[in-house]
T-cell receptor, first 116, second 115 residues
Framework: GAVVSQHPSRVICKSGTSVKIECRSL??????MFWYRQFPKKSLMLMAT?????????EQGVEKDKFLINHASLTLSTLTVTSAHPEDSSFYIC????????????FGDGTRLSIL | DQQVKQNSPSLSVQEGRISILNCDYT??????FLWYKKYPAEGPTFLIS?????DKNEDGRFTVFLNKSAKHLSLHIVPSQPGDSAVYFC??????????????FGTGTRLQVTL
């Protein structure tokens, strides 16, 4: 149980393109999902907390207009990187929590985004 | 400001022996700790967690120890198997601050289990 699916797994696109990444909880409902970014040989950095039916909460230094988050249902959150540039190239991972706040987050397999 | 630190970037252990991965934290508000395992090009997989009201939690070959006074936790894997070779992340959250279980991750330790 507690499977989180992330799509696509890899994206290569031109600078200026907007890219949408989907995160789905397959066998449970998630009122809260999280979006992380990982640079090479670095830790996972939380970008934002996605709440179903309300606005996402962004971490300090993360541009809301750059990284649009939509959590339209209890099983789907999307992250759109708008007008992507080479510096946005990174590994983006989502997670979802099962149940209450003292339960672990379960992660998707990540999306490798490469902007040319 | 790295609030969760894993000072050993890599560790090599022989198959069958014990692997000990360490993690230190600085934020005294952290009260829930987790270990994740990550293979290349995959998302982290949850291994084991511990609440600050405990000092030990065991699940099969995996045991996590928490020393609150030292702000230190460790993951013990016994016996180590080649399939355990991966990057291990320590993570912490402050449930009592109502931050919706926001996780702060360490930088990871790459474990290699040799034959």
């Amino acid at each position: 149980g507690a499977v989180v699916s992330q799509h696509p797994s890899r994206v290569i696109c031109k600078s200026g393109t907007s890219v949408k990444i989907e995160c789905r909880s397959l066998d449970f409902q998630a009122t809260t999902m999280f979006w992380y970014r990982q640079f090479p040989k670095k830790s996972l950095m939380l970008m934002a907390t996605s709440n179903e039916g309300s606005k996402a909460t962004y971490e300090q230094g993360v541009e809301k207009d750059k990284f649009l988050i939509n959590h339209a249902s209890l099983t789907l959150s999307t992250l759109t990187v708008t007008s992507a540039h080479p510096e946005d190239s990174s590994f983006y991972i989502c997670s979802a929590r099962v149940g209450t706040i003292n339960q672990p987050q379960h992660f998707g397999d990540g999306t490798r985004l490469s902007i040319l | 400001d790295q609030q969760v630190k894993q000072n050993s970037p890599s560790l090599s252990v022989q198959e069958g022996r014990i692997s000990i991965l360490n993690c230190d934290y600085t934020n005294s508000m952290f009260d829930y700790f987790l270990w994740y395992k990550k293979y290349p090009a995959e998302g982290p997989t949850f291994l084991i967690s511990i609440s600050s009201i405990k000092d030990k939690n065991e699940d099969g070959r995996f045991t996590v120890f928490l020393n609150k006074s030292a702000k230190h936790l460790s993951l013990h894997i016994v016996p180590s198997q080649p399939g355990d070779s991966a990057v291990y992340f320590c993570a912490a959250s402050a449930l009592n601050t109502g931050t919706a279980s926001k996780l702060t991750f360490g930088t990871g330790t790459r474990l290699q289990v040799t034959l």
